[in-house]
């Protein structure tokens, strides 16, 4: 009997008689990778335009990046899904985003087949392949595969990195994370950055860091043992964190704006054959102001965080380059194959004139610009979440149109380089052949002679989408195998067939040539009248860049590729067609508890990721905290949530009781109590009863009444006119004290309360105290 059955516990292969000297003992063996086999690495970047590495034509410099595609392969026709996570499932499986149950962010999953954001066990990862043919297995950086409800303590770890196939993890499960202050988890559990921003703390430093320690540490018992990193940068999507030196290497080289970008990364692009040398540049995008139109101050906010946005990108590089090193200086380099990919188009959530922060777009609350200027010289730095204006997201996709959520080319067409020394004898070589994400496990598969396994820990595998490319490695007019592959994303769908291209913008081919804002829900009467009316069509061969829609002149041909997306889109799971997205991102979704209204929390623990944390934000709630005063006073935070670009916290300083609401970085209410608090042991509460409605479309949230009470008695109160009205991101929830940034400048974190904290409880059942002559005393002092 074989070994290898004997490892899959089938068989015993010896001989068992009644004593051991009538016996032949046979040991399971280590499952070991075939001699020599090739190391694997992605680097998977984020919210990277197709225009925006040196090696794609940008003036931004990334020297570690070119040599990639100097030492190997630069793709011009990879295709991602829109947006990261439905990419890098594609990536990890090789199978469709939508048929991997990822039509979109994990945050806005919803109840249907195609959409709920549970990766199908069927669906193998990569990770789970390679290890079973003796591989090492890591995930370095972000992740965003996991549902958001089950990225707490409470679990369930089946869907973390280390659930799926890797063996060490080392990053932020969320979509995006601060730079400086990071949401870490290490394995399963989530720990404090090593150090602050102030003594040199940098994300993608730690990451390089962490990854290097991951092979050397195996290297050292297993040298010959071959190892898959999947290494995801946080980079560049927003926030474009980054020290201070390296944006100043930029100083002044984008004062000519987004058209001048244009035009000399276009001309970089045909010169070294990135673009067809018919190609044509994409119009003036209708939603992008021409940068003559500015006002200076406006243009210099601009140029500026453009500027930021370049020396992230060029440290990161940078960093990409220690890594690279690393495998030279352990004589791997040559036997690793590359892979880099970005997981969609430049992004757009910057707004029209850029942000400050993030969460302000998010919470539809844009800030003006003269406070955008009062903070000009702390982009990039920790106090802000910044992220560029629309005309850089579209100077970023050159030659295309659009960006980051969008199916034209802007959204799904982007950078991909192959290097493998070893493996791939040409060099420096453009390659043309259309493919897409879904096709890269095949890929590594069929050149590295793996079979894909007909299951996976006992679960049947379903049949790879991809096709592989390995043939265009050392033959550059080879011919396309894949001839047709469907996009949707947030209601917006394409198709592309053997040259041709169809396009359904929802709600329009822009902003301000649609009918309704972003994110509005399709109907089926809506669908009705796009199929009829709103399909262009592309004929790429010709029209590289989607310039020139030829729908009138080819009814049949768009007849034909509208009647092929829906036969994909029955293959897997499209329908139901979802356009919406803030109703997605707000829908209620299953927990692994019962509802709750009451939650206990105690100091010590692990923060509450947003998904999992109560919901206190418009709606009535009450917090409250069982502590001791110790003789001499306690200090420090009682609960809260958020961090500096908003959030709320509840906290003791000066002896007295606060409450303080950062309404994205932009306002703080606050409500302080009015007697400082006695010794021993007390229930200190804040209640917040809502006095309106909230107006999300304002990016106003509920107004209330927010009172403070010691021992049932009221000892502070204030009016808060308006509130945060849909999100805090970074949103997480902690007890005992305020990790990462301070929520409020008023304290340096973490702030930890100083006295016995025993239960803080959020109560969202809306129950309240009343104490009416305490009530009337407050209203008496204020007149």
């Given amino acids: 009997m074989a070994l290898e059955e004997y490892r899959q516990g089938t068989a015993f292969p010896g001989i068992i008689g009644r004593t051991t000297d009538v016996s032949t003992p046979a040991w399971p063996q280590p499952v070991r990778a075939v001699p020599g086999a090739p190391n694997l690495l992605f680097i998977v970047l984020d919210d990277t335009g197709f225009g925006q590495l040196g090696c794609y034509g940008s003036p931004i410099a990334t020297p570690r990046i070119d040599e990639l595609a100097a030492g190997g392969l630069l793709y011009n026709n990879m295709h991602t899904t829109a947006l990261c996570s439905p990419s890098r499932s594609c990536l990890i499986t090789g199978r469709n985003h939508h048929a991997n149950a990822m039509a979109g962010i994990t945050e806005i999953a919803t109840g249907y087949p195609g959409y709920n954001g549970n990766i199908p066990f069927e669906n193998g990862f990569l990770s789970e392949i390679l290890l079973r043919h003796g591989y090492n297995t890591y995930m370095v950086g972000k992740w965003h595969l996991t549902p958001a409800e089950q990225e707490s303590a409470a679990g369930p770890y089946d869907r973390w990195p280390l659930g799926r196939g890797f063996e060490r993890f080392y990053g932020f499960l969320g979509g995006d994370t601060s730079q400086w202050y990071p949401d870490l988890v290490y394995d399963n559990h989530q720990i404090e950055p090593p150090t602050t921003p102030y003594e040199g703390y940098h994300l993608t430093a730690d990451l390089v860091d962490k990854a290097i320690s991951f092979i050397a540490s195996a290297k050292q018992v297993a040298p010959d043992k071959p190892f ?22 930029y100083r002044g080289r984008f004062d000519e704006g987004w058209e001048a970008y244009r035009e000399y990364t276009f001309d970089r692009q045909r010169t070294r054959g990135i673009v067809p040398p018919d190609a044509q540049l994409s119009r003036h995008d209708p939603d992008v102001p021409e940068w003559g139109s500015l006002s200076p101050d406006a243009r210099r906010l601009a140029a500026r965080m453009m500027e930021v946005y370049a020396g992230f990108l060029s440290h990161t590089d940078h960093h990409i380059g220690r890594l690279l090193d690393f495998l030279r200086q352990i004589g791997e380099f040559d036997n690793t194959m590359i892979m880099l990919v970005s997981d969609n188009g430049a992004s757009p959530e910057g707004g029209v004139t850029g942000t400050t922060n993030e969460l302000q777009f998010f919470n539809n609350a844009p800030e003006p610009l003269e406070d955008s200027l009062r903070a000009i010289d702390e982009l990039g730095g920790p106090t802000t979440f910044n992220h560029y204006p629309w005309g850089w997201t579209w100077a970023g996709n050159t030659p295309f149109r659009r960006w980051k959520r969008e ?12 290097h493998w020394p070893r493996g791939i004898e040409a060099r420096g070589e453009v390659r043309t052949q259309y493919a897409h994400l879904i096709d890269i496990v095949p890929t590594v598969l069929d050149a590295f002679d793996i079979d894909s396994p007909a299951s996976i820990r006992g679960v049947a595998q379903s049949p790879l989408h991809g096709i592989s490319f390995a043939h265009t490695f050392d033959d550059p007019a080879a011919p396309t195998r894949r001839h047709t592959q469907y996009f949707e994303m947030l209601g917006h769908r394409a198709i592309d067939h053997d ?6 913008p929802w709600p329009g081919p822009s902003f301000s040539e649609a009918e309704r804002p972003f994110g509005a829900p399709l109907t089926a009467a809506d669908l009705g009248a796009l199929d009829a009316e709103h399909w262009e069509l592309y004929h790429l061969t010709e029209d590289f860049a989607e310039n020139h829609d030829v729908a009138a002149e080819h009814r049949d041909k768009l007849a034909e590729m509208i009647a092929l997306w829906y036969v994909e889109a029955g293959r897997y799971n499209v329908l139901p067609i979802d356009g919406s997205a803030l109703q997605r991102m707000m829908a209620e979704r299953p927990q692994i508890t019962r509802e709750q209204t009451r939650y206990t929390l105690r100091p010590g623990t692990e923060t509450l990721p947003v998904a999992v944390a109560p919901r206190v934000l418009n709606r009535p709630h009450s917090i409250t905290a069982d502590v001791e005063i110790p003789p001499g006073g306690a200090e420090g935070v009682l ?22 609401h950062n309404y994205v970085r932009r306002a703080t209410h606050r409500v302080s109590s009015t007697q400082p608090l006695p010794e021993g042991r007390h229930e200190l509460r804040f209640e917040f009863e809502p006095t309106g409605e909230p ?4 990016g106003k949230g509920t107004p209330g009444s927010a009172r403070l009470y010691l021992d049932q008695n009221l000892v502070g109160t204030a009016d808060f006119p308006f509130t945060t009205p849909i999100a805090f991101n970074p949103g997480g929830m902690t007890c005992g004290a305020n990790p990462g940034s301070a929520v409020i400048p008023d304290y340096e974190p973490p702030f930890p309360f100083t006295g016995p904290l025993h239960t803080v409880i959020v109560d969202l059942s809306g129950d309240s105290i009343t104490d009416t002559g305490s009530e009337l005393r407050m209203h008496m002092a204020r007149q």
Avoid: K, M
């Fill in 695 to 698: 107006d999300f479309f304002q």
């Fill in 228 to 249: 898959f990193l999947d290494f995801c940068t946080g980079a560049t999507h927003a926030p474009h964190h980054v020290p201070p030196e390296w944006p100043e290497r």
């Fill in 639 to 660: 609960l809260c949530q958020g961090t500096n670009i908003g959030g709320w916290t509840f906290y003791i300083a000066a002896g007295r009781l606060h409450y303080a």
């Fill in 499 to 504: 040259g041709w291209r169809a396009v359904c």
């Fill in 407 to 418: 199916t034209y080319r802007g959204g799904v067409s982007d950078p991909f380089l192959v």
